[in-house]
């Protein structure tokens, strides 16, 4: 039962299953709609710009710096989305088909911002932006797939049943700032090189990757979901610091003071030097 109080919503864990209490933001409505799906990856609550290059969907990641994924179903019908970051499942880290993946649910032309991975049936620990070797993904010796997020979307095979929710509590699930250097938002040191699994690939410590942060409040609770066997969408944005959107073509050079002076040249054809006074 939604409060009467509070703009609260309901949201799952579907297919092998959870669910979770989140809020929905005052400004999410006016996002523009997208089909009937979308994702958007927000840094203080604002979208990142979305690139459009090489047949992908790229945005330009901002290092140390905590970020959301938002997730909006425009349909009248309830859909579960299996959402991985790296190629890790964002629940429970595991690498799995979509079909076979821990799903979140949403209700109809409902939208979730999840904040980080799930490390339990009531906290979670935010993403952030880092390097390859400093990934959660490199931790766990899962480097595969280092850089991309990615989310399925499947439509339930029977009639939503009416929904049942327990009452709870409102979540504050907000810092001070959404979006902190790592070393003042994260209590804690990072996970030591020598308690991590031995990576699948060779780890850059310059590309984009996502890192396991500080500690914040997020309940789940399991729920039943009968998904369709085929995702009706699957959508996947690719980040990656600007230097390597500027190697990839995905943004343009922009010439700085320094290709200005590699420019310079020692002789114009000029007559004589030009007076300022007249």
């Known amino acids: 039962m939604e409060s009467k109080n509070r703009p609260e919503r309901k949201i799952a864990l579907g297919a092998a299953l959870f669910a979770a209490l989140l809020l929905v933001g005052p400004g999410a409505a006016a996002a523009a709609e997208r089909g009937p799906y979308s994702v958007e990856i927000l840094v203080d609550g604002v979208p990142l710009a979305e690139h459009g290059s090489r047949g992908r969907t790229y945005v330009e990641a901002r290092e140390e710096h905590e970020y959301s994924v938002r997730l909006r179903n ?67 010796g899962k480097t595969s797939n280092l850089g991309v997020i990615s989310a399925a979307f499947f439509r339930e095979r029977r009639p939503d049943p009416a929904p049942i929710y327990r009452p709870q509590e409102k979540l504050d699930n907000d810092s001070p700032s959404r979006s902190k250097r790592r070393d003042s938002a994260r209590e804690g040191a990072p996970p030591s090189a020598e308690s ?5 690939q060779e780890v850059s410590k310059d590309l984009a990757a996502t890192g396991i942060g500080r500690e914040i409040e997020h309940r789940v609770r399991r729920v039943s979901f009968d998904a369709e066997s085929s995702p009706a969408a699957v959508m996947e944005i690719r980040y990656e610091y600007r230097d390597a959107l500027v190697r990839l ?6 010439y700085g003071s320094l290709d200005r002076r590699e420019r310079a040249r020692g002789f114009e054809d000029l007559d004589f030097a030009p007076d300022p006074y007249r």
């Open 74 to 140: 425009h349909t009248s019908r309830r859909v579960a989305v299996a959402l991985s970051v790296d190629g890790l499942n964002v629940i429970d880290a595991k690498t799995t088909s979509a079909r076979k993946a821990t799903k979140w649910i949403l209700g109809p032309y409902q939208t979730i911002t999840l904040d980080g991975w799930q490390t339990g049936a009531s906290t979670a620990r935010r993403f952030f932006f880092t390097t390859e070797n400093q990934s959660y993904g490199a931790w766990l």
């Open 196 to 200: 991590r699994a031995p990576a699948e």
């Open 249 to 254: 073509g995905v943004l343009p050079r922009h």
